[in-house]
């Protein structure tokens, strides 16, 4: 209710290169396995920027939304959105695509979240999933201080612990990646700074996030920073330091007939 139901704060707000390149991995990765025709549904898609790309690219989307607030809004853009927490809710539907970007840290089980994800999903179909990584190179060098450990995360996962408990859940691992926003060390040094200001973390959570959004000055310093480290997150990223971990995960079957 703090991050999403409170109207003082919002948690989606970043700057545009940070936003850019997040968006820009995952439309890489989800276009490898969108076929035509698919139909497709984001658990806890936030304001709707992916579903919007979807929408747009002329697949079947549907969203599943926890926030009441999220929800009016997404509804009020025009998308298909099924309010509940998604564990608990029973799905008259099949999809072919499930995407769960930045969600099973926050849930109680994460196998339930696996399970159902399983369940909602066609034979033969896949389940794209993004979480903090534990064993990225924020955690190595500051490990309370990294992306991990947010007040709002209750797991913590690594590339091998997402692939053992997908395969407990009945899933066929795809694919594993890691990727290395600039919103990575970002968030590492906004939260040090935190520290040495002496800052509540969960009572200023996205105020440097929203701060780089709206100052001119610093959106530009962001977009330099991006820039000048690409080369370092990339090699971070390919050697699986990155500080988001991408799984992709199938449903045994071939799909024909469904």
């Known amino acids: 209710a703090m991050y999403y139901e409170n109207p003082d704060l919002d948690p989606f707000l970043e700057p545009s290169s940070v936003l850019d390149e997040k968006m820009k ?38 969203a599943c939304e926890q926030s009441v607030v999220l929800t009016k809004e997404l509804r009020d853009k025009g998308f298909e959105v099924i309010e509940g927490e ?3 809710l029973n799905f008259k539907s099949q999809y072919n695509l499930v995407f769960s970007f930045h969600i099973i840290e ?3 089980s994460p196998l339930a979240h696996l399970e159902q994800a399983f369940k909602v999903t066609r034979p033969g179909g896949h389940l794209v999933l993004a979480t903090p990584n534990s064993v990225s190179w924020q955690q190595r060098l500051l490990p309370l201080l990294s992306a ?13 612990s997402l692939k053992l408990l997908g395969e407990k859940s009945g899933w066929i691992h795809v694919h594993d990646s890691t990727f290395e926003n600039v919103s ?5 040094f906004s939260k040090l ?30 977009l330099l920073f991006s820039f000048i480290s690409s080369p370092f997150r990339r090699i971070q ?6 500080s988001e971990v991408f799984i992709v995960l199938r449903k045994p079957g071939n799909g024909m007939g469904e």
């Open 25 to 62: 991995y995952r439309i890489n990765l989800a276009a490898a396995y969108l076929k035509e025709n698919d139909r497709v549904i984001e658990i806890g898609p936030g304001r709707g920027s992916f579903l919007a790309w979807l929408r747009s690219e002329g697949y079947s989307c549907t």
């Open 193 to 222: 700074f935190r520290r040495i200001k002496g800052e509540n973390e969960s009572m200023t959570a996205g105020k440097y996030a929203n701060l780089g959004a709206t100052s001119g000055s610093m959106n530009k310093l962001i």
């Open 148 to 160: 991990n450990f947010d007040t709002a995360h209750l797991h913590v996962f690594s590339k091998r």
């Open 184 to 188: 990575g060390w970002l968030r590492l």
């Open 106 to 108: 926050h849930v109680t």
């Open 86 to 88: 998604f564990e608990r």
């Open 237 to 242: 990223a390919a050697v699986g330091g990155g």
